[in-house]
């Protein structure tokens, strides 16, 4: 028998992507603490890939110790540049230094998936988005944050892709998927493996 299928998640984005799948899943939201748990991560210098990873298996985890007869998809993204990694924003002065960091640089987007099964873990992968920011006067800056407001600060990098955050970058390496934050081809291929849908 098919075990029931689980998104470990609250984000309408991915939600979106795996109905546009034509997957049959309930979403449910992790309990969990993510400060908390990158926290120590990032003290001992765990790379961003490390960071996501450990957040999407401990969403996974925490949804399948309540939903033992499920398979269970965890997923979580951290933004970096180099080996620092970036929160959201907390004001409109934090985004703008966020974008002045970004201008003129390569950051990346590292998209953790994990399954779990009957709170075990029994899959996990990384995809990778590379995404190119143009050189960005702080005129510029300070002229974009104000037509996009406070959106600004509903996403790590201070961009909202699907906007007027698109006029920031010169280039964008990697899925659409990746940069959601759900890797769908990977996680496709390995639902038709344990025979979750139809191969």
């Known amino acids: 028998m098919t075990l029931p299928l689980i998104l470990a998640s609250s984000s309408p984005f991915r939600r979106m992507l795996m109905e546009n799948a034509g997957l049959h899943f309930q979403p449910v939201a992790a309990n969990i603490d993510e400060r908390a748990i990158e926290?120590?991560?990032?003290?001992?210098?765990?790379?961003?890939?490390?960071?996501?990873?450990?957040?999407?298996?401990?969403?996974?985890?925490?949804?399948?110790?309540?939903?033992?007869?499920?398979?269970?998809?965890?997923?979580?993204?951290?933004?970096?540049?180099?080996?620092?990694?970036?929160?959201?924003?907390?004001?409109?002065?934090?985004?703008?230094?966020?974008?002045?960091?970004?201008?003129?640089?390569?950051?990346?987007?590292?998209?953790?998936?994990?399954?779990?099964?009957?709170?075990?873990?029994?899959?996990?992968?990384?995809?990778?988005a590379n995404?190119?920011?143009?050189?960005?006067?702080?005129?510029?800056?300070?002229?974009?944050?104000?037509?996009?407001?406070?959106?600004?600060l509903s996403s790590v990098g201070a961009y909202q892709l699907e906007g007027e955050g698109i006029q920031l970058f010169s280039k964008i390496d990697g899925d659409y998927f990746t940069i959601i934050g759900l890797p769908m081809l990977p996680l496709l291929e390995k639902l038709r493996e344990l025979g979750t849908i139809d191969g």
Do not use: C, Y
């Open 39 to 128: 926290a120590p991560l990032e003290k001992n210098g765990a790379s961003p890939d490390a960071v996501a990873l450990v957040l999407a298996k401990a969403k996974a985890k925490e949804v399948s110790d309540r939903f033992p007869n499920s398979l269970i998809i965890g997923s979580d993204q951290t933004m970096s540049l180099g080996n620092q990694v970036f929160h959201k924003p907390k004001s409109m002065a934090d985004a703008e230094n966020h974008l002045k960091t970004l201008s003129g640089k390569t950051h990346r987007l590292n998209s953790a998936m994990s399954l779990a099964r009957n709170g075990d873990i029994i899959w996990e992968h990384v995809s990778h």
């Open 131 to 152: 995404l190119t920011m143009r050189s960005l006067s702080s005129d510029f800056i300070h002229r974009h944050l104000n037509r996009v407001g406070e959106k600004a």
